[in-house]
């Protein structure tokens, strides 16, 4: 099982990545982002793909092992020398327990980690290369107290055209600002950036004296310091993502009541253990999926364990969901799954090992069977 597990680990990894390679090459080629931070940015996104990832890949590898297994007659020798299906259980389960301990360490440590790691790396790059971080007829809140609108950038040359600017930073003074064209002049090492506008206009609003009057400049520059943004990146308050088991333990009890906000932190707690522990039941299901998938293609037994993977991942979102809405407990959404998955995957290894065994391909050709007339009638029509 350690083979085919390594495999898919690698294989559905890279399918994970692959979510957010045109992403990165489009910082590479039009920001000129270095190698060393696109290698980061992979690093601090693995943890959270290989929380659903190793479950999978625990689930598929056992699949594959009892596939080959019933393929080769290998059960029929083992049961004809006394081995039943019991009797290949417990390597399954230490072998599951492997995929629970490894999952749990992405959960409560790798993700915290990758999370609150790429949040800061952000912060980094974009002293760098704010204008990455810039998009078109988009407001730009990144900055605290400042709103930034961009109608048009200009990567080749740097350029800026139509900004508006909302300056909130001086107390009972609103500050507009507008101007047809505008520079960035980035200093890295001071975490400062500097805003050139040129031939624009500045209206300031006086809350306290209601009061407002207008400027027109030739030059103006905007200082946008993200020192204290980054500052509070590493010592404000963080996510529910970025937080470890006994930060999140710690941040519901600040809540004097439930709201939608404290059953989200309570999901994300529970998201923790529930996930990991899927290889458990994953795994237990995947040997009589393997043992019924004797007389029928790999890939079908293939096909059945993707589909029953799909399965628990949309009742865990559906489990989210409901479990944020308040509808019903969150520990009830996040755990079903779990429970599902595992007492069917018992049931199909009981009746397995009483040679009853539930032909699931039948269940397919009931469905094709069923599609079939109905295509037929379109035909004729």
């Known amino acids: 099982m350690m083979l085919p597990f390594v495999i898919n680990t690698v294989f559905f990894t890279f399918i994970f990545l692959m979510t957010k390679i045109l992403d990165i090459t489009k910082l590479i080629v039009n920001y000129k982002i270095s190698v060393t931070s696109v290698l980061l940015i992979l690093l601090y996104s693995t943890p959270r793909f290989l929380s659903f990832v190793i479950p999978m890949s625990v689930m598929m590898a056992v699949l594959l092992t009892f596939l080959r297994l019933s393929s080769d007659k290998e059960l029929v020798a083992l049961k004809a020398g006394g081995v039943g299906i019991y009797g290949l259980v417990p390597p399954v389960l230490l072998f599951c327990a492997m995929g629970v301990a490894m999952a749990c360490i992405m959960t409560l440590y790798g993700m915290p980690w990758g999370t609150l790691s790429m949040k800061r790396l952000t912060y980094r790059v974009a002293a760098s290369h704010v204008d990455a971080g810039l998009k078109e007829r988009t407001f730009n809140d990144s900055f605290k107290d400042v709103m930034l609108y961009i109608n048009n950038i200009d990567l080749k040359n740097k350029i800026l055209k139509d900004v508006f600017i909302e300056d909130k930073r001086s107390q009972n003074i609103v500050s507009t600002v507008m101007a047809p064209k505008g520079k960035l002049i980035s200093e890295p090492d001071k975490l400062e950036i500097h805003l050139r506008l040129y031939n624009g206009a500045i209206n300031q609003v006086d809350l306290k004296n209601k009061s407002a009057h207008s400027i027109n400049f030739d030059t103006y520059d905007v200082n946008l310091d993200i020192k204290k943004t980054l500052t509070a990146s590493n010592s404000g308050p963080k996510n529910e993502d970025e937080m470890s088991f006994g930060e999140l333990k710690e941040y519901l009890k600040t809540f004097p009541k439930k709201n939608e906000q404290y059953y989200s932190a309570l999901i994300e707690l529970y998201k923790k253990f529930s996930i990991p522990f899927a290889c458990l039941s994953l795994g237990i299901l ?13 890939s079908t037994g293939l096909g059945m364990g993707m589909i029953f993977f799909l399965i628990y991942y949309l009742m865990l979102s559906a489990g989210s969901v409901f479990g944020e809405a308040g509808i019903y407990p969150p520990s009830v959404g996040m755990w079903v799954p779990n429970v599902v998955m595992g007492g069917l995957g ?35 029509k």
């Open 346 to 380: 018992v049931f199909l290894l009981v009746r397995t090992n009483d040679d009853r065994p539930v032909k699931i391909k039948f269940a397919f050709r009931f469905v094709k069977m069923k599609l079939k007339p109905s295509s037929r009638k379109h035909q004729k």
């Open 286 to 298: 995947a040997v009589p999926l393997g043992v019924h998938s004797e007389s029928a293609k790999r």
